[in-house]
């Protein structure tokens, strides 16, 4: 109760000051964050903060000195509820190489899931890299098998390939890496193996 109460409380001040004629579009100078940006980050009880913040015209691809979005901090502090709302006002999942699609990649890559599910969630499973790897791609290259299951049952890009036409299963065998290899292979079966480009090296 107390938590919703300072909510209103801060809409309440917002739509003052947005009366007022303040600068909506303003940054602060020294690290260039707007107030969506603050109020993304604050998250689900600013929900509402955030709403009036993007209904008033906010910019939605205002970016911090960092290159980075509302949406982006939405997603990093798992935000779920803001990332929902910010999408459907018509944020872009990728913003001066600091997207939540790039999010995605490095959380895979890392092995953070919690991040990664978020993320999946939010909508920035399509995302791939220069090399067009994606989330699924990067946990298998390292092996991470609770990613590589997690991001298999969310239903990630199974027999993707990248631009030399290799599967996530590709970079698991060549990796070594076993058990993200039966994970894949049980999950999809080993006809997914098989690319243009070339055959696994399982010899």
């Not at 989330?135 to 990630?156: D, M, N």
């Amino acid at each position: 109760m107390i938590g919703r109460v300072e909510e209103v409380r801060a809409a309440q001040v917002l739509v003052a000051l947005l009366d007022a004629g303040v600068d909506r579009q303003a940054q602060e100078a020294a690290s260039g964050v707007s107030s969506l940006h603050l109020a993304s980050s604050a998250g689900d009880r600013a929900l509402a903060v955030v709403d009036l913040l993007v209904k008033a015209g906010v910019g939605l691809e205002l970016v911090d000195k960092e290159g980075r979005t509302a949406l982006w901090h939405a997603a990093f502090e798992d935000r779920r509820k803001v990332v929902k709302l910010l999408l459907a006002a018509g944020a872009t999942k990728t913003a001066t190489g600091h997207g939540i699609e790039e999010q995605l990649l490095e959380a895979a890559k890392a092995g953070n899931m919690g991040r990664a599910c978020v993320l999946v969630r939010s909508g920035a499973g399509d995302a791939v890299n220069a090399k067009q790897q994606t989330a699924l791609h990067q946990a298998a290259g390292q092996g991470h098998v609770i990613a590589v299951q997690t991001l298999l049952r969310a239903g990630l890009a199974r027999e993707r390939v990248d631009a030399s036409c290799s599967t996530a299963l590709h970079f698991a065998v060549e990796l070594g890496a076993v058990e993200a290899v039966k994970a894949l292979l049980q999950q999809y079966g080993q006809s997914c193996a098989n690319s243009s480009a070339h055959d696994l090296p399982i010899e």
